[in-house]
């Protein structure tokens, strides 16, 4: 079964997904109030294994934002770039692990304002810093080693003018880090494409092929050292999600949950994968 068209969301409609999200300043200070603790670290942000009430709003949480540092090389001496980087939390965990200086742009007021204040509580303001925008409507400059975009550029229906734009942030010998959801091939069944086409409405996303995004990669300049098919923990992250939903349902949003589980149930069908990438503009 073929799928019909690739949905195409206006930016009003992308900010509405957060509202409400679970993972944000007030959830993360409830969490954080009964520990007493005078100093917060990014750390105390970014893991939590009991519930996942943490900074980082992407599947695989804190390791994930590790793994791909490792797979690009990120090192004390780079600029990053975290194009659409929420309330901030894969900005901080490199800043705080790798020395970098990290600076994220952000649609939404509210994450914004968020991945201010928990920048500041976890004293790394002056190498994290963040800019409400548009990433679409900015005009780039090459002034960053790496651009990073974790679980966040599926908002977009065109991966290629996205990948220019990153590639336009570089500069010479820079890297672009790249994870998201892709699909893994076209529905098969009236099933897989009534849970993609509810998952593209929860999470206002585009969903295209690996393919095609790695041809955005080389369309942009950008030499693909790493591809790494990382769906099976892509699974397991939505299995544990929908697992602590069940066990606390007030805790999450409905239509969160819902999303989780058309995820899961389309990763396990092999309908969606989860990929990894890093471009090199050489």
Not at 149 to 164: C, F, K, M, Y
Request: contains cysteine; charged residues 25%.
């Amino acid at each position: 079964m073929t799928r019909k068209r690739v949905r195409h969301f206006t930016p009003e409609e992308v900010l509405e997904v957060y509202e409400g999200h679970p993972l944000r300043l007030e959830t993360l200070k409830q969490r954080l109030a009964g520990e007493h603790k005078t100093r917060l670290t990014e750390d105390d942000l970014a893991f939590d294994e009991e519930r996942e009430i943490t900074d980082q709003n992407h599947v695989g949480g804190a390791p994930f934002v590790l793994e791909l540092a490792e797979a690009c090389g990120v090192r004390p001496s780079d600029h990053v770039l975290d194009l659409g980087s929420g309330i901030g939390g894969p900005a901080r965990l490199l800043a705080s692990r790798y020395g970098c200086r990290v600076h994220g742009v952000d649609l939404n007021p509210q994450r914004h304002s968020d991945a201010m204040e928990l920048t500041r509580l976890t004293g790394l303001e002056t190498t994290v810093t963040f800019t409400c925008a548009d990433i679409m409507a900015l005009t780039p400059e090459p002034a960053y080693s790496v651009v990073w975009g974790q679980n966040s550029w599926i908002h977009t229906a065109d991966p290629v003018r996205l990948l220019e734009l990153a590639s336009g942030w570089l500069i010479a010998g820079g890297r672009v880090a790249f994870e998201d959801t892709c699909l893994g091939r076209d529905p098969g069944s009236l099933q897989e494409e009534n849970w993609l086409d509810t998952l593209s409405d929860v999470w206002r996303s585009s969903f295209v092929s690996a393919e095609k995004w790695r041809d955005a990669f080389v369309s942009a300049g950008l030499r693909v050292v790493v591809e790494v098919d990382v769906t099976t923990p892509f699974i397991e992250h939505y299995q544990k999600f929908t697992q602590l939903a069940s066990e606390s349902p007030d805790s999450y949003p409905a239509h969160e949950v819902v999303g989780w589980r058309c995820a899961r149930h389309l990763g396990e069908a092999g309908a969606l994968c989860f990929m990894r990438l890093v471009g090199v503009k050489d």
